[in-house]
Every structure is written in C-alpha cells, then in structure tokens.
C-alpha cells in the first residue's frame, strides 16, 4: 500500500490539498514523502527476507547469510536518515 500512495503521490497530494474535502490535516510535505520513501526501501529489505523463509524451513546455514544481508543493506539507514 505505501508503494502505491508513493507511485500516486501527484493524485494524493491533489486530493489532500482541496479544502472543500476536509483532508488538508492529511497532507504530506516534501520531507514526510521523502521519509515515507526510505521508509518503504527498509520495509522491502525486510520483505525479501521474509518471502524467501516462507519457501522453506530455514535452517542456520541460511539464517545467518540473510542476517547478514539484512545488516549490510540496513546498515546505510541510521535513524537520522529516516527522521528529518
């Protein structure tokens, strides 16, 4: 759902800004879009992960190789980054 608001942000961003429809608390600025999008980067990382345990019973020679997947492509997000 994220990757779709994020794919229609021009038609949320529309929609959010019409006063006679009440949303104007709803709508995102340019740092909100911005953290929403490396926030769906982190979530896509985890649900990698998560779809390739659902194939299988995971045992310790793949759970380690995917902790470490999960840390090397994580460890670029610092709370910094996803908080403006």
């Known amino acids: ?11 949320v961003d529309r929609i959010t800004q019409r006063k006679d429809l009440g949303l104007r608390q709803c709508e995102l600025s340019e740092d909100k879009w ?23 019973m995971p045992n310790l020679a793949t759970v380690i190789p995917a902790m470490d997947l999960i840390d090397k492509k994580l460890s670029h997000f610092s709370e910094d980054d996803l908080i403006p």
């Open 1 to 11: 759902m994220l990757e779709y608001t994020l794919k229609h942000q021009e038609a």
């Open 34 to 56: 911005e953290m929403l999008t490396k926030l769906c980067n982190v979530l896509k990382v985890l649900k990698e992960v998560t779809e390739f345990f659902s194939w299988s």
